[in-house]
């Protein structure tokens, strides 16, 4: 036999470019990570109570359908549990949409600057992905609607966007899905809705509960739970039903499902972490605007600065490395390359970031 026989992958898998995670500092270093968009104050203290006390059962199987976590979101967001799926991060559940939604000959649309996971998870189903340019780093509605072909079954929407900041008001939203046909799923994903202070969003709920098509996607992973990737979904009871047909039936563990349940009903801390987030935000926006270097306005835990050219991207990049402050680049994923993504961190990360930054600017 000869030894080129071997299993191969399904075609267009070994094409799809793998997602690559914001970088951490050395093993062992004092860096500090503002590439991920990890939450700047750490885990509400009573999911953390609630992950430790869920350690001393760790030889049973988590409650399979995430019951109480889903009641508890119910309970502070106002929405039927039944509604409601969980999953091993916001990621997993995506995947399960792409996997229910799409297939052989069909295609999804998205924004240019999209999340680079919606490329990889419609690829992965035979589906083709259709990317819309966006204006100024904002989805733009009326290429996406004009995007739309026979073949499509799926529009993902990041709102608001990652790694740009950007978000499309609710009359936007109501524009686009007023737009498409009633076959085709929009997938609303909120992955930052716990730090947006504009007056005009919403995270599409009204949309879920007054449509058929529509589904909003949430995580934990922004507000202190990253680590144990806890992700949820509002949908039909029809959707639910399908999603739950195809679902691993223990995808979220125990301690994360407790974790997740203490954490959303803390309102108090996520209310201090939205607080915090929009202070700093702001506060770098304002003090790295300037001839050299634009923050797209964000409405995320995070910024987009944007440098004369991806030289000065690269020189910043490094800089900041080499003084402990770990970026994001996104010139690989996302094609932006003459701009770095910074999470938003603790006072003294954000002064640091804004000292090495304009001292840099000056001299280059």
Not at 52 to 63: F, G, M, N, T
Request: net charge negative; hydrophobic share 45%; glycine share 8%.
């Amino acid at each position: 036999m000869s030894e080129d026989i071997r299993p191969q992958p399904q075609p267009g898998i070994l094409d799809i470019a793998p997602y690559v995670p914001g970088k951490s500092g050395a093993a062992g270093s004092n860096a500090i990570k503002l590439s991920a968009n990890e939450s700047p104050l750490g885990a509400s203290p009573k999911a953390q109570a609630a992950f430790a006390a869920a350690a001393q059962h760790l030889e049973i199987y988590p409650e399979g359908s995430s019951r109480l976590l889903r009641e508890a979101l119910g309970e502070v967001h106002g929405i039927d549990p039944a509604t409601i799926v969980c999953g091993n991060g916001s990621d997993d559940l995506l995947h399960l949409l792409a996997q229910t939604y799409l297939g052989e000959g069909d295609n999804a649309v998205m924004s240019q600057y999209g999340f680079s996971v919606y490329p990889i998870i419609t690829r992965a189903t035979g589906a083709d992905i259709i990317m819309v340019d966006e204006v100024d780093y904002t989805a733009h509605v009326d290429g996406l609607l004009a995007a739309v072909t026979p073949q499509t079954k799926v529009v993902w929407l990041a709102n608001p966007n990652n790694p740009t900041g950007t978000y499309i008001s609710d009359a936007e939203m109501r524009r686009l899905h007023a737009g498409m046909r009633p076959d085709i799923l929009l997938v609303i994903d909120n992955a930052y809705a716990e730090y947006v202070t504009a007056e005009d969003f919403a995270v599409g709920l009204d949309l879920v509960r007054e449509a058929k098509n529509v589904v909003m996607v949430r995580t934990f992973s922004k507000m202190g739970l990253a680590a144990a990737r806890i992700g949820w979904m509002v949908g039909t009871l029809e959707l639910v039903d399908a999603i739950n047909r195809i679902r691993g039936p223990f995808n979220v563990n125990l301690p994360a499902q407790m974790a997740g349940a203490a954490a959303a009903r803390d309102v108090e801390f996520t209310a201090r972490l939205k607080a915090h987030n929009a202070q700093w935000r702001d506060w770098i926006t304002q003090e790295l605007t300037s001839n050299h270097m634009y923050v797209v306005p964000s409405q995320g835990n995070f910024v987009l600065v944007l440098f004369p050219d991806a030289e000065h991207a690269r020189l910043a990049f490094d800089t900041l490395m080499e003084r402990g402050l770990v970026v994001r680049e996104v010139a690989g994923s996302y094609g932006i390359d003459h701009g770095l993504r910074i999470s938003i961190g603790s006072e003294q990360a954000m002064q640091g970031v804004v000292g090495i930054l304009k001292a840099l600017v000056k001299i280059s």
